[in-house]
């Protein structure tokens, strides 16, 4: 059973222009929420993080958006850069650091 | 510091083979994963642990096993191994209960 999705498997931006990533879940216990990037042949790395008390947070170019009433997070990325293409992976804990991770969704940045 | 090491990154089994992955690490993280990677689905938690001494099955603990008698190293064995196991497996750990976890750069299994 699937908690936590990402339902668009890839996404295409143009090189300055924003990227937008959407997560669903289902779970309403869930308390904490990540992202985390992968390039290909290398381990996932952390992203950027979210509290379910707060509805934002900002790192940068990178900024996650939660919508609890919604069960719903996006992040997105301003502007796109080249080095920005791989694939991003969406999760989700609570309270017992054991995260359940979306399919991810593969971002290709165009020049 | 070398982080999270994995070690074989490639390996090809037949069926019924076993293998031990092996997992090390030096940050010093009481948490330890082993996930799974299969194409279009995310990570899926094999098992974890909370630290030396203590493990705890995952979502998808079938056919696998780990101990953690160390803080530093994790392996995960696979017995009697199926095409199904076919798959890449990471390892990760935290110092935090936060799920910011560092992961190893995965290891990439086939059983034929």
């Known amino acids: 059973d699937q908690q936590v999705k990402q339902n668009s498997p890839s996404l295409s931006v143009q090189e300055g222009r924003i990227s937008i990533l959407n997560c669903d879940y289902t779970?309403?216990?869930?308390?904490?929420f990540l992202w985390y990037k992968k390039y290909p042949a290398e381990g996932p790395t952390f992203l950027i993080s979210?509290?379910?008390?707060?509805d934002k947070n900002e790192d940068g170019r990178f900024t996650v958006f939660l919508n609890k009433s919604a069960k719903h997070l996006s992040l997105h990325i301003v502007p796109s850069q080249p080095g920005d293409s791989a694939v991003y992976f969406c999760?989700?804990?609570?309270?017992?650091?054991?995260?359940?991770f979306g399919a991810g969704t593969t971002v290709t940045v165009r020049a | 510091n070398a982080g999270v090491t994995q070690t074989p990154k490639f390996r090809i089994l037949k069926i019924g083979q076993s293998m031990t992955l092996q997992c090390t690490q030096d940050?010093?993280?009481?948490?330890m994963y082993w996930y799974r990677q299969d194409p279009g689905m995310g990570l899926k938690l094999i098992y974890y642990?909370?630290?030396?001494?203590?493990?705890d099955k995952g979502e998808v603990p079938n056919g696998y096993n780990v101990s953690r008698s160390t803080t530093e190293d994790f392996p995960l064995r696979l017995e009697l191994a199926a095409p199904s196991q076919t798959s890449v497996y990471f390892c990760?750990?935290?110092?935090?209960?936060?799920?910011?976890?560092?992961f190893g750069e995965g290891s990439r299994l086939t059983v034929l």
């Open positions: 642990s909370v630290g030396a001494g203590i493990t």
């Open positions: 999760a989700a804990s609570f309270n017992d650091y054991k995260l359940s």
């Open positions: 779970n309403s216990m869930f308390d904490y």
């Open positions: 990760a750990g935290t110092g935090m209960g936060t799920g910011e976890l560092f």
């Open positions: 940050m010093n993280h009481n948490y």
């Open positions: 979210i509290s379910s008390i707060k």
